[in-house]
């Protein structure tokens, strides 16, 4: 199988890409949770009682290169995310390794992330389609920091193109494990609720992107 760089293959690329084509999951596993503002948002439970989310939708008056531009730009994220503890980009092993923090309400610890990820944008039977794939790695360059919790399974895909106007049809894949004494209910209620707010967010955020076009 070939392999793009940040380990992920092509097929992962091209997986992404037909997911645009569907309007909802196959497979009879996955259940739809929410569905606001033209967002659908499906689940499907593992083993350990956390939810893998699927979710397909349409963010409007947000072109698809302006979108894919300000998810992938860390510095601006910073100033529209509000739960961004610390964000930053580090070469390590010559792979280029995103660290990030992300604030929780008290009593509970912050969690952080270090992962790959990567951008392509893909030419698919004429169809101009935006993917950006992320998963979870180690790198003993950042290590674990006291009094937070380390995230060592999350792993998300991000598949976009124009929806022939001026928004987006998004595709999006998520799945995190927190850890910690997290009950599973508050995680997936959490996340039920975090994943279309996020989208509203950036959204909006793409609205204000100083170098949008």
């Known amino acids: 199988m070939e392999r793009a760089s940040g380990g992920f293959s092509e097929e992962q690329f091209r997986e992404a890409c037909a997911e645009l084509q569907q309007p909802a999951p196959a497979g009879a596993d996955w259940q739809q949770l929410v569905e606001t503002l033209g967002i659908s948002i499906y689940g499907l439970l593992d083993q350990t ?123 999006m894949y998520y799945f995190d494990n927190p850890g910690g004494q997290i009950p599973s209910w508050l995680i997936n209620w959490v996340a039920k609720n975090g994943v279309p707010n996020f989208l509203k967010d950036m959204a909006k955020a793409c609205q204000n992107y100083p170098r949008r076009s």
């Open 49 to 171: 009682g956390l939810y893998e989310y699927k979710v397909f939708g349409v963010l409007d008056n947000c072109l698809p290169a302006v979108l894919a531009d300000v998810y992938m730009d860390l510095d601006y994220r910073k100033q529209w995310d509000q739960y961004v503890k610390d964000l930053y980009e580090k070469e390590c092993n010559g792979e280029t390794v995103v660290y990030w923090q992300v604030k929780y309400p008290f009593p509970m610890s912050n969690r952080d992330y270090v992962y790959v990820r990567q951008r392509r944008d893909l030419d698919v039977d004429g169809r101009k389609i935006l993917v950006v794939l992320a998963q979870s790695t180690s790198v003993p360059q950042i290590p674990e920091r006291s009094g937070v919790v380390r995230v060592n399974q999350y792993k998300q895909s991000l598949a976009i193109e124009s929806d022939g106007k001026k928004g987006s049809r998004v595709f």
